[in-house]
């Protein structure tokens, strides 16, 4: 069954309307037909069952089956701190991340950053990323969106963590701790991952974020580009708290 995030005001009580993109997907593109089912989800966790009825040119109207109820969403939250990357490699770890269950992701502003996003120039390429986590959440059969924040200087970011939270930010040149023994300590319901970008961290910014309370660690000996390490990290750590796959 095709999947699709709408907005909550497009579904009222038992009746559907759908319009813009979406109503041109389901007309156009996969060319359905009145009595097709579709499943929506409005980004709160439920999932609607939906009949189609009746198309007209810029809409599309149905009648809602059964409401699903339940986000589906890992037992613990990952912010993914993402330094900020060139071409398409950002977009992937949104990808990879959103299918995997990253709950928010941060596009992290580093001193080695090549590619600089910054709030003010958000625009298209802010849709673009909304675009890769939507369909990728469609994709995966995720019912809830996960956020995405504006970019951050890296130092914002480490001054904003939780100190309740469980944090931690791989480094290549930590060789004292690695991932599973910095996850050994009191279990948290929310893991925040600091990735550095195509350059890696500098010495300053791996000790500012220690004396912030985020653990160095190690994901082993081998060099992994900043995406790689990434989603090595996010399953590693869904592995380790028993999420994966739930």
Same mark, same amino acid.
């Given at each position: ?6 907005? %909550? ?17 389901? @007309? ?22 939906? &009949? ?8 599309? #109207? ?12 890992? @037992? ?7 330094? !900020?990357?060139?071409?398409?490699? $950002? ?11 990253? &709950?928010?992701?941060? %596009?992290?502003?580093?001193?080695? &950053?090549?590619?600089?996003? !910054? ?11 909304? +675009? ?33 939270? !469980? @944090?931690?930010? %791989?480094?290549?040149? #930590?060789?004292?701790?690695?991932? *599973? ?5 009191? @279990? ?5 991952? $600091? ?5 890696? $961290? ?8 220690? *004396? ?8 082993? *000996? ?7 390490? +990434? ?16």
């Amino acid at each position: 069954m095709h999947r699709f995030f709408v907005p %909550p005001e497009w579904i009222r009580g038992d009746r559907v309307l759908l319009r813009e993109d979406t109503a041109h997907q389901v @007309s156009h593109v996969l060319r359905m037909s009145p009595g097709d089912e579709v499943a929506l989800l409005d980004g709160s966790g439920r999932e609607y069952t939906v &009949s189609l009825a009746a198309f007209a040119r810029d809409r599309v #109207e149905g009648r809602v089956l059964a409401v699903h109820e339940g986000d589906g969403a890992p @037992s613990v939250g990952i912010v993914l701190y993402q330094g !900020t990357l060139k071409g398409d490699r $950002f977009q992937w770890v949104l990808q990879k991340g959103t299918e995997l269950g990253v &709950s928010s992701f941060v %596009p992290l502003v580093c001193r080695r &950053s090549v590619a600089r996003h !910054t709030a003010g120039g958000r625009g298209g390429r802010r849709r673009r990323w909304m +675009a890769t986590i939507t369909e990728a959440a469609e994709q995966c059969g995720a019912r809830r969106l996960p956020e995405l924040l504006e970019p951050t200087p890296f130092k914002a970011a480490c001054d904003a963590v939780d100190p309740s939270h !469980t @944090s931690i930010i %791989p480094w290549e040149e #930590e060789a004292a701790t690695d991932l *599973r023994r910095a996850l050994e300590g009191p @279990s948290s319901h929310r893991v925040n991952l $600091f990735i550095g970008p195509e350059g890696g $961290f500098e010495p300053e910014e791996v000790e500012y974020a220690r *004396r912030r309370g985020i653990a160095p660690v190690s994901l082993g *000996r081998r060099i992994l580009r900043s995406e790689t390490a +990434a989603i090595a990290a996010v399953a590693a750590v869904l592995y380790d708290r028993n999420a994966l796959g739930h």
